[in-house]
């Protein structure tokens, strides 16, 4: 093959790659990774199980599997589960088939994973995409989490103090995007995954002589 055809073929190829985004519970992560999915129709978002149970207005199988204890764990045990992990005392887990049959596909595949499952998940994926999302401040965080009134005043209590150990592990991703406004932090969002898309490493994955 010449050199000139390689690399349209190389154009032609559809790159596939995970994009985890983390960061603490209120920066915003769930309203981005939905506006990814909604303006980028070949990205999909991983929907996880959970024991959590759902909150007004979630869906089953769209929002979440939601799942009790003991499938959750014969699951695990199933080995149906990319990477789980104990969140603000309930599990969360990435199904192997939302991910795997996606990325076969060529489509990028968006998940909302706590910082225990984005390490988890750079040692399944490598080469995948981490992006650590946060709030302008744990001032803003406390606010949009009492807004939010999804949760009762210990679980709040619980998820601003694991807010503060999340933030330690913001080293270990690749981005970082401040949820100010959230259509800035979305345009960065699709803009890193725009760019992902032409990184060298991934489109010319298995070229020979390129
Ligand atoms: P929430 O209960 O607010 O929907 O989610 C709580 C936390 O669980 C969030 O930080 C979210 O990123 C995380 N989470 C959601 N799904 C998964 C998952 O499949 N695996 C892991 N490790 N964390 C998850």
Redesign the pocket.
Known sequence: MSRESSLINVGAKKVSFPVVV?G??GAG??SLCQGVVRDCPEVVY?I???T?PPRKGEVDGRD?HFVDTEKFKAMIQAGELL???Q??D?L???PVYSVRPFLSRGQAVI????V???L?MKKVFPDGVFVFVVPPSFGVLEKRLRERKTEGEDVLKTRLRNAQEEMRYRKHYDYFVINDDLGKALGEVKSIIEAEKCRMSRLFAGVKDW
Not at 111 to 114: A, N, Q, V
């Open positions: 983390s603490p519970s992560k769930t991983s996880s199980a959970t959590r979440y990477e789980w992990a969140v603000h309930e969360y887990g990435t998940m909302d994973l706590d225990q499952g984005g988890s």
